[in-house]
């Protein structure tokens, strides 16, 4: 890319005591061009605010409501949307299927044989049972917990020290 554009771009790792990164300076074309492409993308969102603004005044125009009404109806609706068109492809909640579909499910499962019926129940227990629950790491709130809990130790060992007088150690591994 940087070729292709003629830029250059220099990176200089810079270390000092505190191991902080330092970056080599802009040149002053490179200043330039990322004024510029700041500029352009600065003036494409100006632009896109007024088209909103104006559609939305001629909506509320239109159909007799408040400009503050339309605006939150764009806007919900735009997020309804978005929440909506995740994903890959015709997906549905599983709510949402399910009472879209009430009447055929039911219908089918009254079809069934009370072995059927039990083997899918023992296939959904199944599967509940065997899902992985996925538990996200929080780095800061982890890093927090474990320094709040050594405080704790220091706190109570320094008492034990201060009681007993004896000198020790702990390790955490």
């Known amino acids: 890319y940087l ?3 003629n830029l250059e771009f220099s990176y200089m790792v810079v270390t000092t005591s505190k191991h902080k990164r330092v970056r ?6 490179q200043k330039a061009t990322r004024r510029e492409k700041f500029g352009n993308l600065t003036n494409a969102i100006a632009t896109a605010r007024d088209a909103f603004q104006e559609e939305a005044r001629a909506i509320a125009q239109d ?3 408040s400009l503050k009404w339309t605006r939150r109806q764009l806007h919900t609706s735009r997020t309804f949307l978005n929440r909506r068109n995740r994903g890959v492809g015709e997906r549905m909640r ?3 299927f399910i009472k879209a579909h009430q009447a055929e499910l039911s219908s089918e499962y009254y079809r069934l044989t ?7 129940r023992r296939s959904v227990m199944n599967l509940r049972q065997s899902r992985v629950k996925i538990v996200r790491a929080n780095p800061k709130a982890l890093q927090k917990d474990v320094n709040a809990t050594f405080n704790i130790m220091q706190n109570e060992w320094t008492a034990i020290q ?3 007088g004896l000198e020790g150690m702990y390790l955490a591994v």
Do not use: V
Not at 114 to 120: N, R, S
């Open 162 to 164: 201060a009681r007993t």
């Open 63 to 65: 159909h007799g409501r």
């Open 3 to 5: 070729a292709e554009h």
């Open 94 to 96: 599983l709510p949402a």
């Open 24 to 29: 080599a300076k802009l040149t002053t074309g």
């Open 114 to 120: 009370i072995g059927q019926k039990e083997a899918l």
